[in-house]
């Protein structure tokens, strides 16, 4: 009795057990045939009723748990996928309540906040505590305190917001993702579609928060991310200081080029302008074409204008045209009206059959007005305004071109104390050097046929003079165990429709109409013996040194020009004069490449850097002149300005005769990237002195920077006036620049320039400019002064305020900083 009554309960309990198991099995399977996830905790009525929904609005996967323990489902929306993420969440219909770092995915953006309350059939998300928005192709990023958004039309409404657009944000660094980042807060932001906000009394700036350097505070903005910001009723601050109220602006959300509209207002300051005021508009007209017009206004002055056009045409073809102009009212230091006018028209143009025309022309009223209001040293002092357009074609070695060309040469401030040579038009023929048949001799030729005119004060051709010229010529290059030689015979002749008749000390000559025909022989013979050289084993700075030697003696005779002095002068090709003379020279050079390195084809991990680069290269050259009055050409007691003398050296140092050229020294230093030399140096042995001397220097280390330039120059132009005395012009003159710094570099850069004058000892030009750049701005401030004789004499404080994806105000433009 004992047993069976012990044996039954085991049996009872035995089936109970068995039961039990079959309906778990039968539960899980039906769980498992439904489209909806039950959380932990979730009752199983909860997930049978959610299983029950309608699978044409919303379809979930099985839960799957994150590594870290964290709930996640997969849901469906018109076969695109939500995933919702969080410590924990529960489901209700078609609501999920996600609890502890909750975080929703859809499409391109993701929604965070530590709760989310998510109805999956509508798309709207209720988020509060921490909400941040992430995502969409601007990478837009919202920081919210609470937060009504759908998920499905990525709109809604943010409240208490800053946020960034164009800056990816990472753990640890941001990355730009785009060339313009914006940031942007306000007390209520509405999404309104994909890119578009609209913000209520907010701020929008560049700047990094949360201490941005300015902002523009609006009661309303609305901007679409990639286009503008429309901002109503704003204030632009510095810091918290209000600088500036706008009741309407635009501020760029993305870089997008070219768009019409003001620019932002100039102001400066000068001590012959007096204050500087103007603005100019700016015209986008397509994408390949733009034009600037704009006024300042010169307290003490006048009134100024300029205008810039651009266009790209096609493929390397374009055109440029500037103007700058001045109504001057007369207050200048001379008392007089100094205001004119300076066009510039720059063009390039290709056309079929390999044509290409180019045009640079300028136009300028007077010398005075670019004394006077040229806002560059460089621009001031320039005396030549020069003008050209041709076109030209080339064809297998040979060239065909026309050419319109007028230059202009101003001697001072006075009206109509200038020169001016016109060719019109010029049309040109040549070659290069061919080889005749299958011999060893090599051809060549140039001709042209032009129209020309020459004006000055005190001398003035026929409005066009007809010029007809033709230069065949035949050379035999040979070479021989290391030594080139070149003879080679030219025959020329040249046709004017006038002459003059020769000049003197004291006369330039008058025009004769009547034509002349200079014709002359030409021959020359180069040689070059070997080369001399020598490595040097101990090397210079850790590396290889070779040292060459290169020798060169030219020979050149010219005859059959018997009336040089009767030919109207108007470019290179009318200084032909008979000659007889010897040119030597000697240029050493000094290579260095670096030591012990494998260029192995086989190994592309290794760098190959033997190629040598020149040190140094200095070359020392003279003429000896065997006729040294060059067959009845020169003129004693005043400059003469040979073809032969004018390829040497760019001194006239012509004024008697004399057997021996001044010696010429060109030396070149450039020890690495960073050291660049230069000194061009022509010495008189017969005066005794120097006749020209030109040093550059440019060194940079790191951030400082060097820059130096000394001109000395005695011009020969003894010319001998009644009282016989010769007067002697010298010009010595100083360019320093130096600075730390950049542009562009964040925090301080400083620079300065000055020119000086020796003989004057008088300082000519100098200007000092500092810049400090934050991270979203820049403060530079310049002062410059010009001291041009009695013409200008003008102390100038220029200054400009760059923001980031703004512009910049004020007055100091780019091309004309120091640095």
Known sequence: MLSSAIRMPFCRNALVNTLLTICQVLLLVRLLSTDSVATSGTPPAQAEAAGSQSSSQAHAQPKQPEANGRAAATLKYKGEIVYIVANQFEQTGNTYKLHGEAQIDFRDYVLYADEISYDSGSGEARASGHVKLQGGEYSVHLEASHAEYNITSATGKFYDV?????????????????????????????????????VYHGTVTSCELPHPKWTFSATRIDFQVGEVAKLHNSTFRLRSIPVLYLPFAEHPVEHLGRQSGFLIPSFGQSSVKGTILGDSFFWAINRSMDATAGLEYFSKRGFAQHANFRALTRDNSHITATYFGVIDRG??????????????????????????????????????????????????????VKSDIFASRNLNGYSLGILAQRYQNFQSTNNGDLFSILHVPSIDLSSVDRQLFSTAFVYGFDASVTGLSRRSPTFSSANLVARVDARPRVALPVFLHGWTFRPAVEVRNTLYSQHKTPETAFVIGSTINDPLNRKDFEGELEVRPPRLEKIYARGLFGKAVKHTIEPRVTYRYVTGVDNFLGVIRFDNADLVSNTNEVEYALTNRIYIKPRNQQ??????????????????????????????????????????????????????????????????????????????????????????????????????????????????????????????????????????????????????????TVGYDVNLTSLQYNAIQTSYNWDCCGLNFEYRRFVLGPVRNESQYRFAFSLANVGTFGNLRRQERVF
Not at 348 to 359: K, L, S
Not at 662 to 688: A, E
Not at 707 to 730: M, W
Request: aromatic content about 12%.
């Open 331 to 384: 207050r200048g230091p001379v008392h007089v009206d100094q205001g004119g006018q300076d066009v510039h028209i720059q063009a390039e143009q290709n056309f079929p059959h390999d044509v290409r025309a180019v045009a640079n022309v300028e136009y300028l009223s007077s010398y005075l007005f670019r004394v006077a209001f040229a806002e560059t040293f460089t621009t001031a002092v320039n005396s030549e």
């Open 162 to 198: 800053s946020g960034t657009t164009g800056l990816k944000l990472g753990s640890r660094r941001a990355i730009l993702t785009t060339s313009s980042p914006f940031t942007f807060s306000g007390k209520e932001v509405d999404k309104l579609a994909s890119n578009r906000f609209r």
């Open 599 to 752: 260029c192995s084809s086989n190994d592309s991990d290794v760098p190959c850097s033997r190629v040598p680069t020149e040190l140094l290269s200095w070359e020392v050259a003279q003429k000896y002149f065997i006729d040294p009055r060059f067959g009845g050409a020169l003129v004693p007691g005043v400059q003469n300005v040979l073809q032969t003398t004018v390829e040497f050296s760019g001194i006239a140092f012509l004024t008697e005769p004399r057997t021996f050229s001044p010696l010429t020294s060109r030396l070149h230093i450039r020890t690495s990237q960073h050291t660049d030399l230069q000194w061009l140096f022509d010495y008189d042995q017969k005066k005794g002195r120097i006749n020209s001397s030109d040093l550059f220097l440019d060194y940079h280390v790191g951030l400082f920077f060097f820059g130096g330039n000394h001109a000395l120059l005695h011009a020969p132009g003894e010319v001998f006036l009644s009282s016989a005395i010769p007067t002697v012009e010298k010009f010595n003159q100083f360019r320093l620049t130096t600075g730390m710094g950049h542009p562009s570099r964040r925090g301080l850069s400083l620079a300065g």
